[in-house]
Every structure is written in C-alpha cells, then in structure tokens.
C-alpha cells in the first residue's frame, strides 16, 4: 500500500518473515518517524526503500485512525507544509499522472 500524507510517503506491506507484522518504507530519512514516532527506524542503502521500519498492525491502525481524524484540509496538495517543495512537486507529479488515467 502506497500512503501519501501532508507529512510523507510510505510504502507499507507485510513483513514476508512474519505475517503479524508491516514493513513501512520511505524514501526520505525522517518520513517514518513523523506518523510512528517509536518506530526503530533502520537504513539499507542498496533497497529500493532505503528506510524501514516493522510495525505491528494494531500501530498501523492506531496511525492511520488519528491521521483520519485529525485530518482539516480539503485539498491534499495545499496541506503540504511550506518549505515541503520537493515533496510537494513529487505529489503533484503523481496527482497529474493519475488524473490522466481518469481520462
């Protein structure tokens, strides 16, 4: 699952050594961190993600509940913090190749 949020991008799948739990993913050194701030974030700089971090499924639930929650803007892109540029540019990347697939 591909997570975009104000804050980041993560990828989240199962952890193929033991199903119970997710492999979060990120890109950017510090993404993780800002939704799971306990997380044990570890730094493998030959993987296509070079950060990760295991969580359980009750902390990804638990996560993605208050982000929803806490959720108070109602354009995604312009909820991306000022001085966020490369990531913003990143995501509108995203939002114009998937707006051409709605055509």
């Keep these: 699952m591909w997570l975009f949020t104000s804050q980041s991008f993560?990828?989240?799948?199962?952890?193929?050594?033991?199903?119970?739990?997710?492999?979060?993913?990120a890109r950017r050194r510090g993404d993780i961190e800002k939704l799971f701030p306990n997380a044990q974030v570890f730094e493998d700089p030959s993987a296509d993600y070079r950060y990760r971090?295991?969580?359980?499924v009750e902390e990804l639930i638990e996560m993605t509940?208050?982000?929803?929650?806490?959720?108070?803007?109602a354009n995604f892109k312009n909820s991306i913090p000022a001085?966020?540029?490369?990531?913003?540019?990143a995501c509108f990347d995203v939002w114009s190749v998937m707006r051409k697939l709605q055509e």
Excluded at 10 to 25: A, C, F, M
Excluded at 53 to 56: G, L, N
Excluded at 83 to 89: A, I, Q, S
């Design 10 to 25: 993560l990828s989240i799948v199962v952890d193929k050594n033991n199903p119970e739990r997710r492999l979060v993913r």
């Design 83 to 89: 001085g966020e540029n490369d990531y913003h540019n």
């Design 53 to 56: 971090a295991f969580v359980s």
């Design 65 to 73: 509940t208050d982000y929803i929650r806490g959720m108070h803007y």
